[in-house]
């Protein structure tokens, strides 16, 4: 009877808990464009996340993510599949590190990625038939004035094992790494403008932009079409440090310019990473994208551009199961709740204790053991 009640007890728990993170979510709400947005949840420190010991509630998947002693999967295997997380949290300016293997097939997309409320973005994308290469992009606010931000660089064997895949962001410059080796940095002045500067979340998954149902263009950019018949086709994630070069418990926009000086935070400080992580050494790039896919605007907001379906940022896309998921109805961590160094979300330490009464915690077992649920009498 002992364990029966603890089961309960844990289920009633399990349930209690639902309820009130699921308060938590909010709807799609641009700061720049709208007010009263909800502030971002701030990281405010590092975490360290093993996927290969199981999921963690620092993220919302989406779609079906599996786990395994290789970590956690991303599997596409018909039309429609699109597994991803999104973290509950955000980080304004920091270092994300992540152990990743892309996924292999023509048409098939891996994507790691931060993007804020206002779409600031920093890219990572492995297209499927290019097993050696890998794509890095920006974006701000959305906007692009040409095809001219993205890179290829050469990735032997992203497909064949796990590497690690580093975005150091600061106020004075972008960095991206492959093992340790640095193929690109951006300052904001080579930007000219664009540099992404507002609170970050980490998103990660696969998608096919190879799909029948999606455009030509975008179909032509994955290097599609998709051969389901020859899949499923897998991304792996391992394992991600993250570290917040900024501290508090939120993020709040103060102002609609979209830069980092209007970025408040709540019981902390902004910390801009002025004159650290700059790394002076970084290469030329030689060899920029073309054609590929562009952040698409809420509906409400002028755009001159056709508003792409693709992974991030899913608008409408056919081929998406979670076509309505798009930047930031993902829910946030509940006011006070923070995040252990392992990535664990954990309540406030004066957060209420619920007492439940022994006798209905007798009748509910007795209930489970029954199999009849005796609600009279209490």
């Given amino acids: 009877m002992r364990t029966t009640i603890s089961s309960v007890v844990a289920l009633l728990s399990a349930t209690l ?23 971002d949840s701030a ?10 010991s199981g999921s963690s509630d620092s993220f919302t998947p ?9 970590g956690v999967s991303f599997t ?13 949290w955000y980080i304004m300016f ?88 640095t193929v690109r940095a951006l300052t904001p002045e080579q930007a000219a403008g664009q540099y992404p500067q507002t609170p970050m979340q980490v ?33 792996q994630v391992r394992s991600i440090k993250v570290s917040d070069y900024s501290t508090g418990t939120q993020y709040v926009y103060t102002g609609t310019s979209g830069t980092w000086q209007e970025i408040n935070a709540v019981g902390g400080s902004v910390n801009s990473g002025s004159g650290t992580n700059v790394d002076t050494a970084a290469p030329a790039i030689t060899s920029t994208s073309s054609g590929q896919p562009i952040p698409f605007r809420p509906e409400g907001e002028s755009s001159t551009y056709v508003k792409p379906s693709v ?25 006070g709740w923070t995040v252990t160094s392992e990535g664990k979300v954990v309540p406030p330490s004066s957060a209420p204790v619920i007492d439940i009464p022994t006798r209905l915690l007798y009748i509910i077992a007795s209930s489970v053991a029954g199999g009849l649920f005796l609600g009279c009498g209490l």
Avoid at 216 to 225: C, L, N, Q
Wanted: glycine share 10%.
């Fill in 62 to 70: 989406q779609g079906n993510p599996t786990y395994d002693s290789n």
């Fill in 94 to 181: 920091g270092r994300v590190e992540i152990s990743l293997k892309a996924a292999p097939g023509a048409g098939i997309v891996s994507s790691f990625v931060l993007q804020s409320d206002t779409l600031d973005e920093i890219d990572w994308e492995w297209l499927g038939a290019a097993p050696d290469e890998v794509q890095s992009n920006y974006f701000s606010k959305g906007q692009t004035a040409g095809y001219n931000r993205g890179a290829f660089h050469a990735d032997p064997g992203s497909q064949s094992g796990f590497k690690t895949y580093t975005i150091d962001w600061t106020a004075n410059q972008l960095v991206w790494q492959i093992d340790g080796t």
């Fill in 311 to 335: 992974y991030p940022w899913v608008p409408e896309a056919t081929t998406l199961s979670t076509a309505t998921v798009t930047y930031s109805n993902y829910p946030g961590l509940p006011s």
């Fill in 17 to 39: 808990f639902t309820t009130s993170t699921s308060a938590q979510t909010y709807s799609n709400c641009n700061p720049l464009y709208q007010g009263g947005c909800p502030p």
């Fill in 203 to 235: 998103k990660m998954g696969a998608w096919s932009g190879g799909d029948s149902a999606n455009a030509p263009g975008t179909i032509e950019w994955a290097r599609g079409p998709t051969d389901y018949s020859a899949g499923p086709y897998t991304m």
């Fill in 76 to 88: 596409v295997a018909q039309s429609g599949d699109s597994p991803q997380l999104t973290s509950k």
């Fill in 43 to 52: 990281l405010g420190r590092t975490v360290n996340i093993d996927f290969s």
